[in-house]
């Protein structure tokens, strides 16, 4: 059971803007910044928002980052077929002094 | 460029040990927090370990710690994982990586190197 909690899949159709939550504690989300990780099969994950809501160099602006107290969202807008994916957030936990993930949310694009 | 590359993966017996590496280049490995990071076979992410730059601050997820024992060399650019007393849902691809940007981002990956605990 990961200590982040993201619905393990979402769906959408191209050129739709979808939104994916990651919930956790005060301890987690409520404390430290939160980073998404998009992950392509057989491939180790990418980088894709820190920091809350930042974009490292080469990320498409079609991908967006918010938190608001324990929770956090990844937003992708205007979505593609090579956004069907996997897709992980991250927090710094102080209670257990260390980074938690969520499960994972599988994104398809219909 | 920059790079982070695993070796020592492989089969080992339950109780057994193994000792993965990391080598990293293109960029001032002595400058960076490293973590390993598993994944087990169709799983999600687990974090395992932490390292600081100078390696005075270390910390261990619950699952592997007082049996997983990180380290770098930072003369040599590498950073290890010693993994005893393996149990088989230890099996899983570790991946090296470096700590890079605000909030404990995790801005670089290895490749990953797959750890199998079999009997």
């Known amino acids: 059971q990961s200590v982040l909690t993201q619905p393990p899949s979402a769906s959408g159709t191209p050129g739709q803007r979808v939104t994916f939550s990651c919930s956790g504690s005060s301890s987690n989300i409520g404390s430290n910044a939160v980073n998404w990780y998009q992950q392509l099969p057989g491939t180790a994950p990418k980088l894709l928002i820190y920091?809350?809501?930042q974009r490292p160099s080469g990320v498409p602006d079609r991908f967006s980052g918010s938190k608001s107290g324990t929770s956090a969202s990844l937003a992708i807008s205007g979505l593609q077929s090579e956004d069907e994916v996997d897709y992980y957030c991250?927090?710094?936990?102080?209670?257990?002094?260390?980074?938690?993930f969520g499960g994972g949310t599988k994104l398809t694009v219909l | 460029q920059v790079q982070l590359v695993e070796s020592g993966g492989g089969l080992v017996k339950p109780g057994g040990s193994l000792r993965l590496s990391c080598a990293a280049s293109g960029f001032t490995f002595s400058d960076f927090y490293m973590s390993w990071i598993r994944q087990a076979p169709g799983k999600g992410l687990e974090w395992v370990s932490y390292?600081?730059?100078?390696?005075?601050?270390?910390f261990y997820a619950n699952s592997v710690r007082g049996r997983f024992t990180i380290s770098r060399d930072n003369a040599k650019n590498s950073l290890y994982l010693q993994m005893n007393s393996l149990r088989v849902d230890d099996t899983a691809v570790y991946y090296c990586?470096?700590?890079?940007?605000?909030?404990?981002?995790?801005?670089?990956w290895g490749q990953g190197t797959m750890v199998t605990v079999s009997s």
């Open positions: 991250a927090a710094w936990d102080d209670s257990l002094s260390g980074m938690v």
């Open positions: 390292i600081s730059s100078s390696g005075s601050t270390i």
């Open positions: 990586v470096r700590e890079g940007r605000e909030g404990g981002a995790f801005d670089i």
């Open positions: 920091n809350n809501n």
